[in-house]
């Protein structure tokens, strides 16, 4: 114990030494219990999916067996592809459930030493305003007179395009085209009354576009170029994943509210904001995946990390919104696509909770 507070020293991966306080050890205790339990129930969960994807795919398996009996044009060669694909399709469904668990479960090993000081209450919870933000150690964190960097979780959604010599928005079909954020914000006070502030922080973001007229941006060659693949397949889209770390500048009204105990907070709720910044990152994969009819059946092809695109990728981003709703506008400077190959820069605009 250290005057009223319950004391737990840990060594870091470093070496380094952290001490972090509780109000008891019963808080202690029941903190450590409730992260042992939400790390067993996401191992189930992960067990659970995997067990019923591998009993789809058993069954579809089943079915395409039961066609080479069915129809004499379909031969066994046929059915072997088929299984091949589906069995493919599975095991990253399986693959990308793994990693969005296991990344969570790493969340909670690591919970304590996100914050100095911790408590009973940790995770995402909602806020006072509404909002939902990252806490840990509530009670300490309210006990403080000034609360100044916090943590928030940030999603958008929008329309994408490719912009470039060649491209313009005219060239990409409106229902296939989409952009999708969500990542983790810090922001920090630069003023004292808190209406200026800088956010920053990791989002994963993915970008999805479609070419009309039937064509494709050219995989497995040494320049990207457009290509008509001669026929209009059901979809021919085209996605590159990435993780980028923004940095934004915001203005915005806050209303400053001080308590009996002597307690400051600025409060952003139902209040306008502007925001202006860029981001820089890493392209982490590019597919394209392919769906389209051929003498009677239905072909579903992916192809993967075979175009000649950047890794680095930068931009600037720019919205306005009230309350936790924002507009977005995201420009990347970067070309998708390396020297030689088809000139573009994917450009998005939609809505952002935040």
């Known amino acids: 114990m250290e005057g009223n507070l319950y004391v737990v020293r840990d060594t870091l991966e470093d070496g380094s030494v952290s001490a972090f306080f509780y109000n008891s050890e019963k808080d202690y205790l029941k903190s450590k219990k409730q992260r042992e339990q939400e790390i067993e129930k996401l191992r189930e969960k992960k067990k659970a999916y995997e067990a019923e994807q591998r009993n789809q795919l058993a069954e579809d398996i089943k079915r395409i067996n039961d066609r080479v009996d069915q129809y004499e044009n379909y031969t066994k060669e046929m059915a072997g592809d088929d299984k091949m694909k589906t069995a493919e399709m599975y095991a990253e469904r399986i693959q990308k ?134 026929f209009q397949p059901e979809k021919a889209k085209f996605r590159q994943d990435q993780f980028v770390f923004p940095v934004q500048l915001e203005f915005g009204g806050t209303e400053k509210k001080e308590y009996e105990d002597g307690r400051i907070r600025y409060e952003q709720w139902d209040k306008w904001k502007f925001g202006i910044g860029g981001f820089a990152g890493f392209n982490t994969s590019s597919r394209l995946k392919r769906k389209y009819e051929e003498n009677g059946r239905e072909i579903k092809t992916t192809i993967a990390n075979a175009f000649e695109n950047e890794t680095f990728i930068y931009g600037i981003d720019a919205y306005v919104g009230h309350d936790q709703i924002v507009a977005f506008a995201r420009m990347n400077l970067n070309d998708i696509f390396k020297e030689g190959s088809v000139d573009g820069q994917y450009i998005a605009f939609g809505l952002r909770l935040q």
């Open 97 to 230: 459930h793994n990693v969005m668990i296991d990344s969570q479960i790493e969340f909670y090993q690591v919970a304590k030493k996100i914050d100095p000081v911790e408590n009973s209450t940790f995770g995402i919870v909602q806020n006072s305003n509404g909002g939902m933000e990252f806490k840990i150690g509530e009670n300490w964190r309210d006990r403080r007179k000034e609360v100044g960097t916090h943590s928030f979780l940030a999603m958008g959604f929008g329309y994408n395009f490719i912009n470039g010599d060649q491209l313009d928005i005219n060239d990409f079909s409106y229902s296939n085209n989409n952009y999708f954020s969500i990542g983790i914000l810090w922001q920090t006070p630069l003023t004292e009354n808190q209406k200026l502030r800088v956010n920053y922080g990791v989002q994963y973001q993915t970008h999805g576009t479609e070419l009309n007229g039937g064509r494709i941006f050219s995989p497995n060659t040494d320049d990207t170029q457009i290509i008509d693949l001669g």
